[in-house]
């Protein structure tokens, strides 16, 4: 079955670029109509989409972040990966990466354990 | 952005009770809505798409229903492992948004 893992630093200094990769087991990240997306959690709040990524390679990012996010795919290491630029400490959060199915459903089915990043000098 | 509420925001039930979370969205938005169960320190996991559809393997005690701006997610008899935060999410629209969650706790 299809698993991902996140990987990056836990650490981010403010105004720095957090870079984070998805790692994709189990199944091609190239087959299939899926979209790959990131969300990420704040501590103690709720869940934000930061963006998703197609097999194709188009992106949609969240207005909010859409000046700072890029998304992209690597499919020869079968893995996506997220970078968020310029962060400040509102970036702190628990990062998720998922897979979005659209194929007689549209949904988030398959989620990574989450990876924790503090933004702090 | 579509913007999503839910409640209450917190309950507590015994076990047994049947427990019912409301969710509404700021337009029509169809049935394009899933429910998420979040087990503290977990990633969230898929129980209900399009509104009413059980995901694979998740119990039946499980259900949702509504369309529109008005939705329902219900458990019908409460379990110790049932302990989460609930979220709707609408899919209607990008960005996709989640309602806040609802905390359900044992009594």
């Known amino acids: 079955q299809v698993q991902l893992q996140e990987s990056g630093p836990g650490l981010v200094r403010p105004s720095q670029t957090l870079s984070l990769t998805c790692i994709v087991s189990?199944?091609?990240?190239?087959?299939?109509?899926?979209?790959w997306i990131w969300v990420r959690q704040p501590a103690g709040k709720g869940l934000e989409w930061i963006g998703r990524?197609?097999?194709?390679?188009?992106?949609n990012y969240n207005p909010s972040l859409e000046s700072r996010v890029t998304i992209s795919l690597d499919t020869s290491k079968n893995q996506f990966s997220l970078k968020l630029s310029s962060v400040t400490a509102a970036d702190t959060a628990v990062y998720y990466c998922?897979?979005?199915?659209?194929?007689?459903?549209?949904?988030?089915?398959?989620w990574g354990q989450g990876t924790m990043v503090t933004v702090s000098s | 952005d579509i913007q999503m509420t839910q409640s209450p925001s917190s309950l507590s039930a015994s076990v047994g009770d049947r427990v019912t979370i409301a969710c509404q969205a700021s337009q029509d938005i169809s049935n394009y809505l899933n429910w998420y169960q979040q087990k503290p320190g977990k990633a969230p996991t898929l129980l209900i798409f399009d509104a009413s559809n059980l995901e694979t393997g998740v119990p039946s005690r499980f259900s949702g229903s509504g369309s529109g701006t008005d939705f329902t997610f219900t458990i019908s008899s409460l379990q110790p492992e049932d302990i989460a935060t609930y979220y709707c999410q609408q899919f209607d629209n990008l960005p996709f948004t989640f309602g806040p969650g609802t905390k359900v706790g044992i009594k």
């Open positions: 189990g199944g091609s990240i190239s087959s299939g109509s899926y979209y």
């Open positions: 998922a897979r979005e199915v659209v194929v007689g459903l549209d949904a988030f089915d398959i």
């Open positions: 990524i197609y097999t194709s390679g188009s992106t």
